[in-house]
């Protein structure tokens, strides 16, 4: 079965630092992949996806991600992180089922804290 | 648009009690979730339905069962209380037709159980 792993579970760092997480997944076959992140108090929102096409994957707020698939990585990075990035950020993987339908398997998540 | 509505969003509960946690959403999605988040261990999923009058076990299905009421509803039922199902409780829903994997969730049901 598919499983995710990240890297770093507490980060911090100062304002206009860059970022990297760290994912990885165990699966070798074709991915679907996902970073979602989840801001205090929130709810889970979709911050970028691959499905296909070039490797390094441009989403929401700045954020960007390489697919690497020689490496089974996704690592999420943002040259320079402000305040309101402070958040949790999750890492996925969809998991393909006979019928069309799958089911997103989770990391357990990245918890990043960004000081003033 | 509405999307994924969970109710209720916090409930205390003594262990044994039973309780259900409802889902609906609105756009008119096939697929829908039970996620448990915990600390330290991400999203578990705990059931999930493929589509309207399936559903299946997770990895941590233990202590819950679903009920896919229609096509927009997707309730959680736990019988029978235990500590060790205090945590957060995501719903989720996605298209089933050319879906790649995105689910879109609902804002969460912190639940405890003493």
């Known amino acids: 079965a598919q499983s995710v792993s990240q890297h770093n579970h507490h980060v911090i760092l100062s304002e206009a630092a860059s970022l990297e997480l760290g994912c990885n997944y165990s699966y070798g076959g074709t991915v679907n992949l996902f970073w979602y992140v989840q801001y205090p108090g929130q709810h889970l929102q979709l911050l970028l996806k691959?499905?296909?096409?070039?490797?390094l994957v441009k989403g929401i707020k700045g954020f960007e991600a390489e697919f690497i698939k020689s490496k089974f990585s996704f690592n999420l990075r943002k040259p320079s992180v402000q305040w309101s990035d402070t958040a949790e950020y999750f890492c996925?993987?969809?998991?393909?089922?006979?019928?069309?339908?799958?089911?997103?398997?989770f990391g357990a998540g990245t918890r990043l804290a960004v000081h003033p | 648009n509405a999307g994924v509505t969970q109710t209720p969003k916090f409930q205390v509960l003594k262990t044994g009690q039973s309780m259900t946690l409802q889902c609906a959403q609105d756009?008119?999605?096939?697929?829908m979730y039970w996620y448990r988040q915990d600390p330290g261990m991400g999203l578990r999923l705990i059931y999930y339905s493929a589509s309207e009058g399936t559903t299946d076990k997770g990895e941590v299905p233990n202590g819950y069962n679903v009920s896919r009421l229609n096509k927009r509803e997707f309730s959680l039922r736990l019988e029978s209380a235990a500590p060790s199902q205090t945590s957060v409780y995501f719903c989720a829903s996605s298209p089933r037709t050319g879906n790649t994997g995105e689910l879109f969730f609902g804002e969460g049901s912190r639940l405890t159980v003493l």
């Open positions: 691959y499905f296909s096409g070039d490797p």
């Open positions: 756009m008119n999605h096939n697929s």
């Open positions: 996925a993987v969809n998991e393909m089922f006979s019928g069309g339908y799958n089911k997103l398997i």
